[in-house]
């Protein structure tokens, strides 16, 4: 009897702590998107980074150590936005060349 008293503790422990690290892992994901003509630091507890939304040409780079990291750059004038991803300690870069029309420009990034 107290072995499956001790058993059940355990695993209702167990599965406390999963989801409780499962959530604290969302709360940290994040996405946002800068359009022309901005530039910045990003700056969180879990992810840095910069970005560039200018004209002719849109930048973006992110780094985490504890998630994964996407970025996207877009410019007028390419059908397709660059990207790349990133994985927990490598980081993500985007860059993409236009005219000096800024419709249709933009950087993002994707935090998971």
Known sequence: ????SFVKGT?????AAGVALSCASV??????????????VIENGYYRGSYTAAAKRSYIT???MSHT??????Q?????EASSVGNPGMGCSAV???TDLTVG????????
Do not use: E
């Open 1 to 4: 009897m107290k072995v499956k």
């Open 11 to 15: 695993v209702s422990a167990l599965l």
């Open 27 to 40: 709360a940290n994901a994040a996405s946002a998107t800068y359009y022309p003509i901005s530039s910045g």
């Open 62 to 64: 992110l780094s985490s």
């Open 69 to 74: 990291t996407k970025c996207y750059a877009k």
């Open 76 to 80: 007028d004038g390419h059908s397709t």
């Open 96 to 98: 993409q060349t236009g």
């Open 105 to 112: 420009d933009y950087v993002r990034y994707v935090v998971s």
